[in-house]
């Protein structure tokens, strides 16, 4: 069985990512991660220089890979034996998409955008889910957490002592 997750700079990938890692230690799976990037420039720019933006778009890709699984691993439970990290030029949806073969499981992140977010329907989650052919899990970004202070007082306030 493998896993197949895709990852980019955002906390729904992060949280893709834990939940991915997760589910490929528990089954010594091996763990695909993604991340699919697409070029700005393509008909903008001489071929030469697009050659060179491109090689700069994979060195970017391959240091984004690199961040986000170190990361992975320092927050993982549990270690993940065999992973394979892969950067791919070209729409993310349609690669993730292309990456599954039959008893894969896909993973992706959840944006939480509002309803003007959602109408777009341009998040790679919901183009992945209706085009898959393969189990896939959206993974929610974690909600902001409530506010607690680091410390019950801070720098220049002060404490009102109840008089007697």
């Not at 949280?15 to 763990?31: D, G, P």
């Not at 109408?119 to 506010?147: D, H, I, Q, W, Y």
């Amino acid at each position: 069985m493998r896993i197949v997750v895709g990852v980019d700079r955002s906390e729904a990938s992060r949280a893709a990512l834990s939940f991915a890692m997760q589910e490929a230690a528990a089954r010594s799976a091996e763990l695909v991660v993604i991340h699919a990037w697409q070029p700005a420039f393509e008909y903008v720019y001489p071929t030469d220089t697009t050659e060179i933006l491109r090689d700069a778009g994979l060195q970017q890709a391959n240091e984004l890979l690199e961040r986000v699984l170190e990361q992975g691993r320092a927050e993982a439970t549990r270690p993940v034996e065999n992973i394979i990290v892969s950067p791919v030029e070209g729409d993310p949806a349609e690669v993730l998409v292309a990456a599954v073969r039959e008893g894969d499981l896909l993973v992706v992140g959840a944006n939480q955008g509002g309803p003007v977010r959602r109408l777009m329907l341009g998040s790679v989650s919901s183009k992945v889910v209706n085009s898959a052919r393969t189990p896939v899990v959206v993974v929610p970004a974690p909600r902001p957490s409530e506010f607690v202070p680091r410390q019950p007082m801070g720098a220049g306030t002060r404490r009102r002592v109840a008089s007697r």
